[in-house]
């Protein structure tokens, strides 16, 4: 019989954070982050760079989370961990680690879907959602409408058929010579930018779904044109320049989200993933939400980036359910939401 105030460690290693939280009676104690920058240099994540960080991190991130929240192996009830999606290698850190974790303590192992878990971060901290509500799922690797019926029960009602938001902000900040990551620097810059400054070519997909493929080649052939006429363009322009590609991507967006209120009739309405920290994508959900009678969900910061607090929240309403997976369960193999 499993305890209904569970403890458990919950460890995320889809890309290039290491981090470990510890969860109890559904409140979580800590968010311990190791994050990486060796990629830096080399304008984007080096997968093989990334797993041999996690390998280097894990052990002390997990010691920390367990210390700070004052817990010992013994009384943890399971071990939970990313799944997937995410970098092959750096989900076999995690889940070899989770596993063998679990095997020695003779405790469940708990998999937890990366997208599920953005979602679920909602859950954290009040206030929460009600269901049923959408979730607008922001990231560099995706870019989904979620609807939410609850805890465990959700369903991807729209999502992107080429690439993420995520990946077209920092595409952009590279083609501008933005250092990585450049999605944060592009949301710093167009504060200080006019929105309307220039104008992009809409991008249009049936039902729900996303395209930034397109928006992606159309700002690449932007720069070159301009900067034909004035070598110096990009940097005379800066500021404007991000303001009007962050105003067109998530207008792009938030289009797509009222469609999607507009279809189910769902006006709970929240957002998550790396993405759903850019304040202008945040600013403008809260300005389209007065507008259209929304109630409108934005996690803390903290939450929007991967963390294993998010995993936690999954992980303890599948420790309720009796969720369990087996100690063979392979990370490779695509998870369902």
Request: charged content about 20%.
């Amino acid at each position: 019989m499993y305890p209904m105030s569970p403890v458990i460690l919950a460890i995320e290693s889809s890309c290039d954070e290491t981090s470990a939280a510890v969860i109890t009676n559904g409140k979580v104690l800590n968010n311990i982050i190791a994050s990486q920058t060796v990629h830096q240099k080399y304008g984007g994540v080096v997968p093989e760079l990334a797993s041999r960080a996690h390998q280097r991190n894990i052990v002390t991130v997990v010691d920390d989370a367990l210390q700070s929240a004052r817990k010992k192996k013994s009384d943890l009830d399971a071990i939970a961990f990313t799944r997937g999606p995410g970098l092959m290698g750096s989900l076999l850190v995690g889940a070899s680690f989770a596993k063998g974790m679990a095997l020695g303590l003779n405790k469940p192992l708990i998999e937890v879907n990366h997208m599920q878990a953005h979602v679920l971060a909602h859950f954290i901290n009040d206030p929460v959602p009600s269901f049923p509500f959408l979730c607008l799922t922001v990231s560099g690797g995706h870019t989904q409408i979620i609807l939410v019926r609850d805890y465990l029960d959700m369903e991807v009602i729209g999502e992107t058929q080429d690439d993420a938001a995520g990946e077209a902000f920092d595409k952009a900040a590279k083609m501008m010579g933005l250092p990585y990551p450049g999605g944060p620097l592009v949301d710093s810059y167009a504060q200080k930018g006019n929105p309307t400054a220039f104008k992009f070519p809409e991008t249009y997909m049936p039902g729900l779904d996303f395209s930034f493929s397109g928006i992606k080649t159309a700002f690449l052939y932007f720069l070159r044109d301009n900067k034909i006429k004035d070598p110096d363009f990009v940097e005379k322009n800066l500021h404007d320049i991000c303001a009007s590609i962050q105003h067109h991507l998530v207008k792009m967006l938030l289009n797509r989200l009222e469609e999607g209120s507009l279809k189910t009739g769902i006006k709970e309405i929240a957002i998550a993933g790396g993405v759903s920290a850019n304040s202008g994508l945040r600013n403008a959900l809260q300005q389209v939400g007065q507008s259209k009678g929304w109630n409108v969900y934005i996690p803390a910061f903290e939450y929007c980036t991967d963390n294993a607090a998010m995993i936690a929240m999954v992980a303890h309403y599948k420790f309720l359910k009796g969720e369990f997976c087996e100690l063979d369960v392979s990370p490779l193999a695509r998870m369902p939401l």
